[in-house]
């Protein structure tokens, strides 16, 4: 019997990053402007207020010519930047070892993506003002911690865009820290950092010109920019929520409501059945009640999920499951079997092999990838 994947040993083209890096441009922008923004704007402030002393004419009556905006601010915001897609690197690789310290199985990386996705539509429903209780969701930093970044904002030194830059860490947004409980459920350094490289990424074209307009906009900038970025919250969230129940084997998953429907109206519905022909490649049999049930099933693991991801096995026998990849390098190479506690890495082309034990008539075993996307079952007759 196979044990827990470790967390190390996923593809570094984990889907994960690229739902990072999306959510950064969609939404991590907009929630993060509004939480650090006005640091950055602040000590833009300062520096043009002290670039306009620095231009005073030096004769009476004589204009003062004004700074170039442009040039002037393009310097202090890249450096912002720069600074804090490092630090939240270096956090997300402390976070994935954190994870990965924890040594989860399936079972407890799923409970903890359902807490997760759970902290992240409660941290949405905070955003919206829907409830008081959901204040509960956002983690504020000590009030020391804040007192020192607005008294550093107030400087006006060619370091100061820096060292706000890495201390955003202490105040992350309520899209970050949904990002780095993602981190830490990872298990993995790697990992951990690749997601929050990719989300500060992601949202570092947003904010750089959201705060062109920040200060002009005002009130409502925030009012429609909350709402945005809490909507691209909630469906993260339940994303990640579907996910964890998907690793710990539940039968009853978001993903598999339409499937579920369809079975209870019909139970053959969407129902296949492939088995191995002698040239090894994979044909489908009849789908017919008289078609016999081999013993020997065959499921590819492709880039978008598995195929067949409905398959039928003869019951009281045991069964081979062979695993087929071609060119395959997304989460679903990370193949689980939550209830029997069965996992294989497969390779990026080829064959693995997996010996299921006896299963009881009607059994349903779910299959699913290291993260919950992409999910099937194998039922027993």
């Keep these: 019997?196979?044990?827990?994947?470790?967390?190390?040993?996923?593809?570094?083209?984990?889907?994960?990053?690229?739902?990072?890096?999306?959510?950064?441009?969609?939404?991590?922008?907009?929630?993060?402007?509004?939480?650090?923004?006005?640091?950055?704007?602040?000590?833009?402030?300062?520096?043009?207020?002290?670039?306009?002393?620095?231009?005073?004419?030096?004769?009476?009556?004589?204009?003062?010519?004004?700074?170039?905006?442009?040039?002037?601010?393009?310097?202090?915001?890249?450096?912002?930047?720069?600074?804090?897609?490092?630090?939240?690197?270096?956090?997300?690789f402390a976070l994935g070892a954190l994870g990965s310290v924890l040594s989860l199985t399936p079972a407890m990386r799923g409970a903890l993506q359902i807490a997760i996705g759970i902290f992240m539509v409660g941290n949405a429903l905070r955003m919206l003002q829907v409830h008081p209780v959901f204040r509960y969701f956002n983690l504020e930093p000590p009030a020391s911690v804040t007192r020192a970044l607005r008294r550093k904002s107030r400087q006006s030194t060619g370091l100061t865009p820096l060292?706000?830059?890495?201390?955003?860490?202490?105040?992350?947004?309520?899209?970050?820290?949904?990002?780095?409980?993602?981190?830490?459920?990872?298990?993995?350094?790697?990992?951990?950092?690749?997601?929050?490289?990719?989300?500060?990424?992601?949202?570092?074209?947003?904010?750089?010109?959201?705060?062109?307009?920040?200060?002009?906009?005002?009130?409502?900038?925030?009012?429609?920019?909350?709402?945005?970025?809490?909507?691209?919250?909630?469906?993260?969230g339940l994303w990640t929520f579907d996910g964890g129940l998907n690793l710990m084997g539940s039968p009853v998953s978001l993903s598999r409501l339409p499937q579920l429907v369809a079975e209870a109206v019909s139970p053959e519905a969407g129902l296949q059945t492939f088995s191995v022909s002698g040239g090894g490649e994979i044909s489908p049999l009849a789908r017919q009640d008289a078609a016999p049930i081999s013993n020997k099933i065959t499921i590819e693991a492709g880039d978008n999920g598995y195929t067949p991801d409905r398959v039928r096995a003869p019951a009281n026998q045991p069964v081979q499951l062979q695993l087929v990849t071609r060119g395959t390098y997304s989460c679903s190479r990370a193949f689980l079997i939550p209830s029997l506690d069965l996992s294989a890495l497969l390779p990026a082309t080829g064959v693995e092999t997996l010996d299921i034990p006896p299963q009881k008539p009607g059994t349903r075993l779910q299959f699913t990838c290291s993260m919950g996307m992409f999910t099937g079952v194998i039922t027993f007759q």
């Design 1 to 92: 019997m196979g044990h827990p994947l470790d967390a190390e040993t996923q593809d570094p083209m984990d889907p994960l990053l690229m739902v990072a890096l999306i959510t950064g441009l969609t939404t991590g922008g907009l929630s993060c402007m509004l939480v650090q923004g006005g640091l950055l704007t602040t000590s833009l402030a300062s520096q043009m207020e002290a670039e306009l002393r620095a231009r005073k004419p030096s004769r009476p009556g004589r204009a003062t010519r004004a700074p170039a905006a442009g040039r002037a601010l393009l310097q202090p915001i890249l450096l912002f930047l720069a600074a804090k897609l490092l630090a939240y690197t270096a956090l997300g």
């Design 163 to 236: 060292a706000l830059g890495a201390m955003t860490i202490f105040i992350p947004c309520g899209v970050t820290q949904s990002m780095m409980a993602l981190a830490i459920g990872t298990g993995s350094p790697l990992l951990g950092a690749g997601i929050l490289f990719a989300f500060t990424l992601g949202a570092s074209p947003v904010f750089f010109g959201l705060i062109y307009l920040a200060m002009r906009l005002g009130a409502l900038l925030e009012k429609n920019f909350t709402r945005v970025a809490a909507a691209g919250l909630i469906l993260l």
